[in-house]
Structures are given as C-alpha cells and as structure tokens.
C-alpha cells in the first residue's frame, strides 16, 4: 500500500493508503473529516469539493495515493477558531443553507471563484457553481451570499 | 471498485514499459472519466500508470501556424491559456465549457481525446481544427483517429504525448448542453482556413463527424444562411430522453449557423 | 391571535444558530456518525420489473472473506415479522371496500415487483466486501411481462401485479357532489376539457438515505439512526407494526438530515433489515445509499395523468370543476402511498376560486415501479396544476384574458370563512388582494419593451401567474419540553424535524422570546424518541404550525407557573401577577421578578407556594392544532423562449405569500425559493423515466436533469400579513411547500403565453427542449 503525506488544514499526515481509496473516503474515514459530505456516485453534486494547493476539486472523483505531497483544504481549514472565514459569514448572514448538506462544498467552491476573479458578476457565480447542487435554497441566498463573501475577501 | 495497483512512472519510456509488463494497464491522467467508471465497477484494470509525473507531457506551446497542447495539460489551462485565447479563442471557449470547475481543473485534453466519448467537446475541436495527435509512435491525422463510439485509433499501449492545432482563420463551438450531465447533447465546431470549412459534429452521434453537404455549402458561402434545415439525416444520430434524432438533427443545423454567424464575427 | 408577549422572538430574521456546525463542518449526518465494531450493509436490488424469483443462491458470496451474514426473503419469511403497512389517511374505496394493501415486505419473497426492490441484505466488514460479495449472490429470475405506466395498469389484460389488486387498482375515490357539478355543467355556456400530465419526479434531498442500528443484548435494545423524518411514527411501525419488539425497545433517532422534502418521512426496508442484522450479529451495522440506488429505492412523488374539465359561463364566470385522476402507486402502498392523489389532490380543488360545484374522482393503481409516496406538497401540486392551467387554456380557447378571468372567480373576502366546495374550511385570507399585490409587484409597466427586446433577438417571451391555494398542518399533535438547567442552559425538545428548515432557530427564537431569556441559552433536541413522548415529525408544512405553537403553548404555560412563583414571592394573588419583557409585576407595585430569578427559584423549595414542587418551570406540553390551515399565494412569471431550439429561460419571478404570521422572514423566504426551484425543476426538467420493460431510465444525476444556478431566476418574494388565522397559536400558515405548489402552473402558463402566436396551448410538463420546439412545429403544421 502507497504511503502518502498531505498537509491537510496546515496539518502534515502520514498514512498508509489502499490505491482504490477515493479522496473523499480517505479525508472522511481515514483523517474523521467529516465535513466533506457525499452526495451522489457520478461526480455530478459537488458536495465532495476540497481545494488542492488553491484549486477546487471533487474529492469523490481522485484517489487519495495522487495527492501525495499536496496542500488540501477542507471546509473545517475555513475558519479561525470561532471566527468564520468571510465566505462562510457571508453564507450565514444570507441563509445560503437550509439542510447544510450542499454546504462544505458550495463554500469551498465560492472561496475559489473569488480568489480566481475577486469582481465576480452575478452570472459569473451562476455559472461558476455549475458543478454544485442544492436541493434547499433555489441558490439566489448562495448567489448574495457569495457576492458578499467576496466583498469581504476584497477587503 | 475492484483492487488494483498503481504505478507512477516519470518519463514516456517508463510509462511504456511500465504498460507492457502490467498484465492489464491502463493509464491515469485525470481521471474524471475513468474514476468514475472504476467506481460503478465498469473496468477491471490490474495497473492503473499515472501519467501526471511523466515529464514533458504538459504545457502549450505556439509556433507560427500551430497550437500545440501537450496530452496532460487540464482543460482548466487550455480556458485560460493567453496564446490560445489570442489564436483560437473558439478553443479557448470550449475548454472553459466542459463540465464544471472541479472536473476542469482535474481533466485533460489527452484523456478527454483518448476517450472519445460521443458527447465530449475536445473531440469536435481536433476534428474540425484538423488537428494532428501526436502519439509515443506516430503522428494520426483526426480524420482517421476518432473510428467509434468510445474508440480511437490508438493502439494498445500507445500514449497521446500532444496535440498540434492548425490555427484557422476563423472557428467556433456552440453546445447545446444536455441538461443532466452539460455534456454536448450536440455541439458544433465550424472552423475555416484559406478555402477550406469544417464541420464537425459531436453529441449528436455515436462518434464526432463531419458533415461534407453542410461543408460545402459554406465553402461555397460562409454564412448562416448556407445551411439548409434537413441538411442532415436524421438516420443515424443518437435518440435518447434528452433529445430524439430529429431533434438533435435540427440542433445541429441551428448549431452550425450560430457558428458560423459568431465566425463571421 | 395574541403575540402580546411575544416581544423580541417574531418578525425578526434571526440568523440561524445551526449555521455555525453546518459551515465548519461539523453537522453529523448519519454517514458520519460510526460505532466501535461497526458492520457495514449493502442491498441487492432487483434488476427485474416483474419476476418470479426462482432461487438465489448465496453459497460463494458467503464463503468470501469478510463476509458476516446474507439474508434474503426466505430468511424474512423464516423470522416471521409483519409487512410494513401503509397509513393511508384514505382507506376506503368508494363502494366502502377496503383499499387492497398488498404485503410489503422489506425484502421480497418469491417474487419482485420493481426494478430496485430489495433482495437480499449483504452485511460485511466492508463496503468493498459487500460488494464483492454481492456479485457472487446467484438470483434466477423468471420474469413476467410487466406494467410501467398507470394508465396501461388499468386496461382490460394488463399484466397482474397482485391477486388481490383485480386490474391492479388499489382503490378509487370520489369527493363533492357530482349532482351538483352535473347540473352546474347543464347550465354553463363553455365546457372547456384538458388533459394533464403531472410528472414523475424525485426529491433527491443531497444527503442520499442511510441508517446505523445497534442493538444491546443485555437490555434487548436497540438504538437506530436513521436519515429520517418521521421518527415516532417510524419506531412505532417498525418496532410494534413490523418486527414486533415493542415501542418501547427502539431508541429512534434522526441525527443531522440532509434534505428530505418528504421522501425521508415514510418507513423503508432498509432500516428494518439492519436492525434484524444487528441483533443477528451483535454488532453495530451501517448502511447508507449511493445516489444511483436512490433513484431506485427513494418513493418517486407526483405521476398523476388527470382530465380536467371547467364550465363556465359566456362572462367568464366559473361554474364548475371535474378532475378524473389516475395516480400512480408504484408496486406497493407505501407509507401514505394511497393518500397523494385521492384525499390529498382533491383537497384544494378549485383553489381560491369561486364555483357552485366540483367533483374529483381518482383511480389509483399499482405498476411495476418504485413505490410513490410524498413529495413536497403531495397533491396539491398536482390540484393547483390542474386548476391554473385549466384557466389559461380556457382563456385561451375562449378568446378571454386569462388575468381578467381570475381576477373575476377569486372568492371575495366577504366571503369567507367559507367552507370550499372540496369540505376544505377556509378560515381567513384576501384572495382578491394578494392577486392584485402579485401583479403589482411584477413590473407590468416594463413588459411591452421587453417583449420587444426579445422580438428584436428572435426570441418569445410570455408572462404567466398562479394562484395556489394550500392547506397545511400535517400530524395534528405535537410535545414541547422545556427544562432549565442549573448552569443556566435551556433543554428545548420538540417531537417534529427539521431537514433544514431551521428549528433549532425559530423554536429557539420563540421560546427565548417569550420568555425574555437569550436564545443562545436554549438547547435544542429534536426527532429523538427518548427526548419527547410524541412528536409528527415532518410533512405538511408543520413545523412552526404545530411544532411552534407546541413551543408557544409550553412557554405560556412556564409564565403561568412563574407568576405562581412570583406572587409567591411578592405575597400577591397569582391573577394579579403580569408578564411582560422577560418580567414578573404587579400592576401599581414595584414587585419584580424576572424569569430567570423565577427559574432560580423553582428549585428552592422556600421560594415556592404549597402546591408546587420543585422544578415546577420545567413543563411539557402537547399542542394539538385545529383544522389544517390555508396559505395562499401568487406566482407571476415571465419567461424568454428561443422558438428555434425551444430553450426557456425563466427571466423573472415575482411571489406573494399570505403565510399569515411571518415569524423569521429570512426563513420563510427560504422555503418559497426552494420551493420555487423544485416546481421549475418539474416544470422544466425533471423526470422519472421507466421504459416499457419497466427499467428505470433516469437512474442517475447523468440522466436525471435538476436545477443548477444558472437555472435558477432572481425571485422577488412578498407577504401579505392581514390575514393571521387563528387555527393555531402563532397566526401562522405553512410555508414549507407553497413554493412548489404554485411555480409549475405559472411557469408552464409563462411560456404557454410566449408561444401563443403559434397557436401553442399546452405543453405537458416538463417542457424540455424539444417538446417545446415539437409544440411549435405541430402547430406550425397545423
Ligand atoms: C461531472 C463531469 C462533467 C463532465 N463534463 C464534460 C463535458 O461537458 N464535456 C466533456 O467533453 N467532458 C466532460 N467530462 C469529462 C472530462 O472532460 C474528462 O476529463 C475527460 O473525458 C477525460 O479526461 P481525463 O484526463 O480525466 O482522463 P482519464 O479519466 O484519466 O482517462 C480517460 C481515458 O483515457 C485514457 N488516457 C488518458 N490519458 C491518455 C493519454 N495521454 N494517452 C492515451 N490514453 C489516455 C485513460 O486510460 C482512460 O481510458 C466531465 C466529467 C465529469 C466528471
Ligand atoms: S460526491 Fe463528489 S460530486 Fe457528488
Ligand atoms: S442546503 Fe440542503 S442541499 Fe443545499
């Protein structure tokens, strides 16, 4: 079995891996990060998203063995102790979650479309959580929830 | 998911070899066809060879008439790649248009094209650009690499190390996306160089395809109006909950006019 | 309606307190939780609509390393246990026969059914090993012809799915009064006729189903976690109805549920078999679904194929309504199965429309197919389908303007209370005026130039509105508890659920404010049997209705018992003792106390009158509502069609809401827009599709179209607070489903309207593509 070291959340893990362990599994049963969620077996929902060295991905669609080395972030690095990382503030003042399920990955996936481009339009949002399903919120309190977040990442 | 072992070579020749002793390899680039697939325990490959540490199989180069794309670039670089955009911006777009940004940030053009879905996007391009894919042993021409549904002209083993894109005068891509997935459920890319059009078609059959009448037509003219409704028979295109074959028959030519009218500029 | 003292709890759109675990990730779904020595499960799914399972051989997938036991319906059989039954509010054919309920068991014996139906249990040290094993289990099937659709089920030589079912008819079912709808019809000028199909669809909450079940040997215990919403309803069917261990020995809980909109509320095999697997092995036993096998497994709502008829007179008035229905019930009657499209489709019949008479009859069959159960709304989508698209068409027909013809039939306010043709007792509302707050709100002024705009692009846009009539409530009882701890802490316990709807907020928000404390005190316990003696779960929009007014009356009732305490204290009667602000008075006095020193006090046995014990604050209190409340609403929309590729684009969305009371607003809004997604969603593209050999199409997210953001229209939502009911304590109407019961009737109205040019009238949902493209070219032909 390949051993693998990630930085995960700024914490340096060794473990020994199966070569079939999915990513998703791996941060969920291995490392009991629990709040990356999955959501279907096609790849579709994006419940799974994690952001590698600073680009997002669906943890259900890697292995664990291809991040060796890697920094991962998970939605439990998001924040500061108590204190909720801009885009997670902004999804709470919005109501940008009703069941919390869609959550993890929709937060993790606006940090990223406003790190890649910090004056997102509205279509831009639209567009870039295409990969990201909600079931809940008919998105328009994501959407506001993500232009504030940016706003708030700008500085 | 079955077991298997991995392997992760660091230079073409190692890749190569490393296939030939595996009892049933198969190469990893990035994954988001093949995981998927392992997942629903649909292949059963003894090695999976993991391309991403081999040397030289990623990046984008310009030279004169050419773009070429080496087979592990992610399809996110292709989108926002500055000479692709300037060259061939329809390139540029489809990139950018495939999955979402988790898949393209993961995906690459080597993968997509080796795969040959009947609904993926690269497949139209590199038939349309009249792209040459460049393997560990040999050169393929598109017209004769792309043979089936899921199937390509590679043989056994043999590795797509690049792509080498003619840079044409104008192109475009329009997809109709299919609701559920957002791949193609028919997606057009027109591109025209000197006094030559091509039209290539995928999503709407069982393998991306040129269209010769819908060629010649605009070789004659290039514009909308040179493509007729009922150019293409609906015979023999794919039918499905999304979209029958008259359906899809239609696309296309609604499809190939709006490139052609975004082509004309 | 008294909110007197209900100071700082309503109106407010308080942040919700569950938010900070769910956005760091710490919520616990069941998929996260684990037990030491935990096993895992998988189900092997019938590949077959209709067979007669021969033999299953498990010899080699037992023999597999790993492997701790295999059960299958011959073991079933063997146990003994009881199917599962079906709780039907309606139960009677119309003859007065009983509805035919075929033996449900959680896996099937000797033959199956549908395509996903449970066939054996695999449980193994892990999922790998499951599967693996899975593929070793032999199963012959014979297979039988088999029936998809209802209204094949229903014809004369049909394949038979059960021998009890003749023509494979569960039960029909007729309400109001055909004489009177016969005669109203005799007398009216126009009978206009249409045919509908409500689609097929699916809940898809994100978090797929799963369940964990313990089992202690020395107590005879068990404990079980399920991705639930209905907890005592299911413990008390699963442990006396089905396995027969007694109430009293089944711990249920639902833990953090990712999304349910009523698919999680009735009681599945799955859960049944891991807890006969958990006694079995003495071991915990896991199991959760993949998304594929939800598609399979999760009841499928809506699939009702109906014939709509409204007479009306030549000036537009509406005299009378008929619907014939036949709804589908997939291959069993699952929990409330039999319910949707008999009691709960005929319900609101007629809307909030005037008419001297309507009669609704419904068959309901059993097909080769998942079993259907509900969804968000469970029928009255399907009523208020039938009605605002019967409008438009018959404007459409007549020449009439589809906005002039509501605003004519509304009920006028003077009307009510009324009871509806339909026996529905409509307290209170302004039909009239949130019709014309609709309109007003959706920029009217503005349409012509964008209808010009589109023109100028080649492009069809079409304004369309609805005018949903609702009626909430669900399970009419339900227990709050309220305990005060020494640190300080509040112990909140509820017996309804929330899959995110946020009662760990608005409970919260209601208790704290009535009793003036701070919400961020109160600790919030819900769905768990051991936490409270009752509880009705979700479904029916109840929460805050019930469940709210349950934590209302409790609250009242630690005032009544504080002013006990304070007059105690301040040697006054108690019915001199005033609450208001978190303070104990007396009129005239400068006595004070506050509730939290009267909480202080009732563990002080000094501090307290002769007839109180200690802890006399700490109170349990079972609200049980009046008749079931009516929400209303508008849904006005406007939509661009691209008529060459037959592309719609949702532009604009306008709600108004008469919910009564709002009492957290940024809560209410989020329902209506999850509402408002899931009905375009079925408008636009959403589909349960089984093919003729009954293999389900749609299986998965690649084949399942559901609405991403860029789907998604900006929503305008507005409330019309004039008309609070008094059905319950809060003034409130359920929000819950009203979204998705009024968008698929505007929607499909919108782009009806934009293709009216063609002469296209109606379109059956969902108006994919192509079927619109279809609509114009067969009217161009036409
Ligand atoms: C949610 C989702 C949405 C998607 N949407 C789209 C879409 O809209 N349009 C679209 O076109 N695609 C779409 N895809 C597919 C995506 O583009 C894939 O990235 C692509 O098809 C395969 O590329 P890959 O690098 O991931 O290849 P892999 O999955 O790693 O490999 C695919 C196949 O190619 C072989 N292979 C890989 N590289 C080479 C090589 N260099 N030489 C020879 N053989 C090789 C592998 O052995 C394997 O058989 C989507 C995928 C997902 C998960
Ligand atoms: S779990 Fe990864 S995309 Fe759904
Ligand atoms: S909040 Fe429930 S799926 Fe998004």
New binding site residues.
């Given amino acids: 079995m390949p051993l693998i070291t990630v930085h995960v959340n700024g914490v340096e893990t060794t473990k020994e891996v199966e070569p079939r362990t999915l990513l998703s599994t791996f941060i969920r049963e291995e490392l009991k990060l629990t709040g990356t969620h999955v959501g279907c077996d ?3 929902c994006g419940a799974c998203v994690v952001s590698i060295d600073g680009k997002t991905i ?1 943890s259900c ?1 890697s292995f664990a063995w291809q991040f060796d080395g890697a920094k991962i972030q998970t939605i439990e690095g998001l924040a500061n102790g108590t204190e909720l990382h801009p885009m997670q503030e902004a999804f709470r003042t919005h109501h940008g979650l009703q069941c919390g399920f869609c959550t993890p990955g929709m937060v993790m996936t606006a940090v990223a479309l406003v790190e890649n481009n910090p004056d997102i339009s509205e279509n831009g949002i639209r567009e870039g959580l295409e ?1 990201n399903i909600c079931r809940c919120t008919g998105y328009q309190n994501i959407i506001d929830a993500v232009k504030t977040g940016a706003k708030a990442m700008r500085g | 998911m079955y077991e298997f072992d991995i392997i992760t070579p660091n230079s073409i020749d190692a890749a190569k070899s490393e296939f030939d002793a595996a009892e049933d390899g ?11 697939v392992l997942k629903q325990r649909l292949a059963m490959p003894s090695d999976l060879i993991d ?1 991403e540490h081999v040397h030289g ?1 990623s990046g984008i180069s310009a030279s004169g008439d050419t773009i070429s794309i080496k ?2 670039t992610r ?1 996110t670089e292709v989108a926002a790649d500055h000479e692709v955009q300037a060259a061939i911006p329809a390139l540029a777009k489809l990139a950018n ?4 940004m988790h ?1 393209r940030n ?3 053009i ?3 094209i ?2 040959n ?1 009947p ?4 497949p139209a391009a590199v038939l349309a650009l009249h792209a040459t894919i460049v ?1 560990d042993r040999r050169e393929i021409l598109a017209d004769h690499f792309f043979t089936g549904m899921f199937e390509t002209a ?1 043989e056994e083993g ?4 690049e792509i080498h894109f003619p840079i044409p005068e104008a192109a475009s891509y329009m997809k109709f ?1 299919n609701p559920a ?4 459920l028919v997606g057009v890319m027109v591109a025209k160089s000197h006094n030559n059009v091509r039209v290539a078609i995928t999503g709407a059959g069982p393998c991306v395809f040129r269209d010769a009448e819908m060629e010649q037509a605009l070789m004659g003219n290039f514009s909308p109006e040179s493509i007729k409704d009922g150019m293409i028979p609906a015979d023999d295109l794919n039918t499905d909950i999304h979209a029958s074959r008259e359906y899809r028959a239609h696309l296309i030519s609604v499809m190939v006019r709006r490139a052609v009218a975004e082509a004309v500029g | 309606m008294d909110t007197t003292n209900i100071t700082n709890g309503i109106g407010k759109s308080q942040e919700r307190r569950e938010d900070f675990r769910f956005l760091t990730g710490a919520g616990s779904y069941i998929d996260d939780m684990n037990l030491d020595g935990q096993a895992y499960a998988t189900v092997l799914r019938s590949p077959e609509a209709h067979a007669d399972v021969s033999s299953i051989d498990i010899t080699e997938a037992l023999a597999l390393d790993g492997v701790l036991a295999i059960i299958t319906g011959e073991d079933w059989k063997v146990a003994g246990y009881n199917p599962i039954p079906t709780k039907s509010a309606v139960r009677k054919a119309i003859d007065g026969s009983d509805l035919k309920e075929p033996p449900h068991h959680p896996l099937a014996i000797d033959r199956v059914r549908y395509v996903g139906q449970p066939v054996a249990l695999v449980v193994a040290e892990s999922i790998d090993v499951c599967k693996d094993a899975m593929e070793l289990i032999d199963v012959d099937y014979d297979s039988l012809p088999s029936v998809s659709h209802q209204s094949e089920a229903i014809k004369d030589g049909a394949p038979q799915i059960w021998d009890i079912a003749p023509n494979n008819i569960c039960l029909d079912f007729e309400l109001g009064d055909q004489k009177a709808q016969k005669k109203a019809f005799s007398e009216a000028d126009h009978i206009v006729t249409l045919n509908l199909v409500n689609n097929r669809v699916t809940a898809v909450p994100i978090e797929p189903r799963g369940a964990l079940a313990s089992y202690d040997a020395g107590t005879g215990k068990y404990t079980l976690w399920n991705a639930s919403q209905n907890i005592h309803a299911g413990r008390d069917t699963i442990a006396d109805a089905v396995l027969g261990i007694g109430k009293e020995n089944l711990h249920h809980i639902a833990p953090d549920v990712g999304g349910g909109f009523g698919v999680k509320n009735g009681v599945y095999p799955e859960p049944i078999l891991i807890l006969h697997a958990t006694k079995l092995l003495e071991r915990p036993v896991k199991w959760f679904n993949d998304r594929s096998e939800s598609f399979l497994s999760d009841t499928h709502g809506r699939d009702q194929v109906s014939t709509v008829q409204l007479a009306l007179d030549k000036d537009g008035t509406f005299r009378g309504l008929r619907t014939e229905t036949v709804g589908n019930l997939g291959a069993f009657c699952a929990t409330v199965g039999p319910f949707t499209p008999t009691g709960g489709s005929s319900r609101t019949q007629g809307g909030p429309y005037r008419f001297d008479a309507i009669y609704y009859t419904a068959i309901a069959p059993f097909t080769n197919t998942c079993p259907l159960d509900p969804y968000r709304g469970a029928g009255r989508p399907e009523g208020s389908y039938q009605m605002d698209r019967i409008i438009d068409y018959a404007a459409a027909q007549l020449g009439m303007d589809p906005i002039e013809l509501r605003r004519k039939n509304l009920i006028p306010t003077e009307d009510l209370p009324m009871k509806s043709p339909m026996g529905l007792d409509i307290d209170c509302g302004n039909f009239p005026e949130v019709f014309e707050q609709t309109i007003a709100m959706s920029d009217r002024d503005g349409y012509d130039a964008r209808v010009q705009k589109s023109a100028a692009a080649g492009k069809k846009r079409g304004f369309g509105i609805s005018m949903y009539l609702e009626c909430t409530g669900g399970g009419p009882k339900e227990e709050a508890k309220v305990s005060f701890r020494e640190d300080g802490k509040i112990d909140l316990s509820v017996g309804s659920s929330s899959t995110g709807m946020g009662h760990e907020t608005a409970f919260a928000q209601i208790l704290a404010g009535h009793l003036g404390l701070e919400i961020d005190d109160v600790v919030f316990r819900q769905a768990d049997t051991e936490a409270t003696a009752i509880g009705g779960g979700h479904g029916g929009s109840r929460g805050l209705e019930v469940g709210g007014s349950a934590v209302l009356q409790t609250s009242r009732e630690i005032v009544e018992a504080g002013k006990k305490i304070a007059a105690h204290k301040f040697d006054v009667d108690a019915d001199k003792v005033e609450f208001s602000e978190g303070h104990f008075h007396v009129p005239g006095s400068n006595h004070t106390m506050t509730m939290r020193e009267a909480i202080d006090a009732q563990n002080d046995p000094d501090m307290l009158p002769d007839d109180m014990e200690p802890g006399a604050l700490n109170i349990s209190s079972v609200f049980e509502r009046g008749i079931i409340s009516i929400p209303n609403g508008g849904h006005a929309v406007e939509v661009e069609v691209d008529p060459e590729t037959g592309t719609i684009k949702v532009d604009g969305y306008w709600v108004m809401d008469d919910f009564g009371t709002i009492i957290n607003p940024m809560l209410a809004d989020g329902q209506v827009m999850g509402g408002v997604a899931q009905g375009l969603g079925q408008a636009l593209m959403e589909n349960i599709v089984y093919d003729d050999g009954g293999q389900l199409v749609t299986g998965s997210l690649m084949d399942y179209a559901m609405p991403r953001a860029d789907d998604m229209p900006r929503m305008v939502i507005g409330y019309y607070e004039d008309a609070p009911t008094a059905k319950n304590l809060l003034g409130v109407k359920g929000a819950g489903e009203a979204g998705c019961v009024g968008a698929p009737p505007a929607i499909v109205n919108a782009v009806c309207d934009a293709l009216k040019d063609f002469g296209v009238h109606h379109i059956d949902m969902p108006l994919t593509p192509e079927r619109v493209w279809r609509a114009i070219e067969d009217a161009k032909a036409s």
């Fill in positions: 096609t790849s579709q669906k669609a990969g | 198969q190469f990893l680039a990035g994954g988001q066809t093949l995981i998927p391309l199989l087979a592990m399809h248009g495939i999955g979402d898949v993961r995906g690459t080597g993968g997509s080796a795969n879905d609904a993926a996007d690269y393997t590679l043999e590795l797509i190390t996306a997935t957002r791949y193609a």
